[in-house]
């Protein structure tokens, strides 16, 4: 089945500083999802981005499909960018196949 | 505000007592799932529903239960529950199966 790897696994920052994370997928795919879980537990939809670029604020994702890869960038980190932050794809119409995740930590 | 409300926040259970989680979502998406997420283990799909009246498996379905009557509810049923199914619980909806996610606030449940 389709294999989603999400790199790096772990990363610390400085507040301020810019940040990109990797998705590599391994089969193409019709859609792809970003999403922030906070130190809380929270999760939160970030993107929903098949292909192209997209822009939301300090963040933006781009999706490169014919290369079956994703990556979302983090610019002018905040503390409140930390937390884990997944990529998911579909393998089929109900079920999304999720990255291990980046755990990012942003220190003040 | 407009999003999926889960019901309890959290719980511990004793082993073998029956236990049902609530699910309750607002935006009229027809699409609603249900995972667990473990330490290492990520998001795993318990079961999902395409639409009101229909429910499929998932990748780990068994010692679970789901009904979606209508529309907004999605009830995930631990008929006997054993120490493995300690975890948190993640309901989920879409407005179409595979469409943007939102997520609740999750249970997190100990099995005891």
């Known amino acids: 089945g389709i294999q989603v790897e999400q790199s790096p696994p772990d990363l610390i920052l400085q507040e301020g500083a810019n940040s990109t994370l990797r998705c590599n997928f391994s089969d193409s795919v019709n859609n792809l999802q970003w999403f922030h879980q906070n130190p809380w537990g929270q999760l939160i939809n970030l993107f929903y981005?098949?292909?192209?670029?997209k822009q939301n604020g300090r963040l933006s994702a781009t999706t490169v499909a014919t290369e079956r890869y994703s990556l979302l960038y983090i610019s002018s980190s905040q503390t409140t960018d930390s937390g884990v932050y997944f990529c998911a794809v579909p393998r089929s119409n109900y079920q999304l196949i999720w990255g291990a995740g980046t755990k990012l930590i942003i220190k003040p | 505000i407009a999003g999926i409300t889960q019901a309890p926040t959290s719980q511990i259970l004793a082993a073998g007592r029956r236990m049902t989680l609530r699910c309750t979502q607002d935006?009229?998406?027809?699409?609603m799932y249900w995972y667990r997420q473990d330490l290492g283990l990520g998001l795993r799909l318990i079961h999902y529903?395409?639409?009101?009246?229909?429910?499929g498996k998932g990748e780990v379905p068994d010692g679970y239960s789901v009904s979606r009557a209508n529309t907004d509810d999605f009830p995930l049923t631990l008929a006997s529950a054993v120490p493995s199914q300690t975890s948190v619980y993640f309901c989920?909806?879409?407005?179409?199966?595979?469409?943007?996610?939102?997520f609740g606030s999750g249970t997190r449940l100990t099995v005891v």
């Open positions: 981005i098949p292909s192209g670029t």
């Open positions: 935006m009229r998406h027809n699409a």
């Open positions: 989920a909806s879409s407005p179409e199966t595979g469409g943007i996610y939102t």
């Open positions: 529903s395409n639409t009101a009246g229909t429910t």
